[in-house]
Structures are given as structure tokens and as C-alpha cells.
């Protein structure tokens, strides 16, 4: 069996503007994901907002930088995941097709393992 993560992205202002009575919908859609996924579902969680992120780069002369935010802005951010336990890449994609992303969309990454020293 092989490991995928499955990067959800939506449009934070909605979600930030949902009712109390929309954010319980969205979070009992992810309980159903959860249930519909299985054993498949190794884990997973919701991020802080973007605003929380920290950014560390390295500049042309190797030194940190660290900046407030995401590097890049965009209308979707990343705001959570799932990692998924599947055969293999279709069997992820169709795991990964019921994640609820009602402001944006998933993407499917295998992982990738290193050997051991």
C-alpha cells in the first residue's frame, strides 16, 4: 500500500464568513468523509488560517528570512488535509474525490519515501 496526501484548498472569506449553523454542516461533511474513507484515512486535520503562517526562505547569500504570512498569495489557501493509505493512485483520487471542498478543490500527492541510511 502506498501513502497519498490529500491537499484541501478553499477560499478562507467564506469560510470565515459561514453561520455557526454552516461551519457544523461543513465539519459533519468531513465526519462523513471520515467514516466513508476508513482504514484508508491515516489522519488529518484543518490548518489556522494563513494570516498565522510564518514563511522561511533563504536569500542569495544563504541567510533566513522569515516573513509573516504565506509566501504567495492566492484566492485558495491550504487549509487542511488528509493522509491516505490506498493500493494505489486511482484508488486515492477516488477516495480523495469525496473530501468536501465546497470554495475550492483537492490535490492528490503521493509520498514520497527516502530508504533508510
Do not use: C, W
Amino acid at each position: 500500500m502506498s501513502q497519498y496526501l490529500v491537499l484541501i484548498y478553499g477560499d478562507e472569506a467564506t469560510y470565515a464568513a459561514y453561520s455557526p449553523a454552516e461551519s457544523d454542516d461543513m465539519l459533519a461533511a468531513h465526519r462523513t468523509f471520515q467514516q466513508i474513507a476508513g482504514a484508508a484515512n491515516l489522519g488529518g486535520q484543518a490548518l489556522q488560517p494563513t494570516v498565522t503562517a510564518t514563511t522561511i526562505r533563504h536569500d542569495a547569500n544563504g541567510e533566513v528570512v522569515i516573513t509573516d504570512g504565506p509566501f504567495a498569495e492566492a484566492k485558495e489557501a491550504l487549509g487542511g488535509y488528509y493522509l491516505l493509505e490506498a493500493p494505489d493512485l486511482d484508488a486515492a483520487i477516488a477516495i480523495a474525490a469525496q473530501v468536501p471542498a465546497p470554495t475550492g478543490g483537492v490535490e492528490v500527492r503521493p509520498i514520497q519515501v527516502f530508504a533508510q541510511p
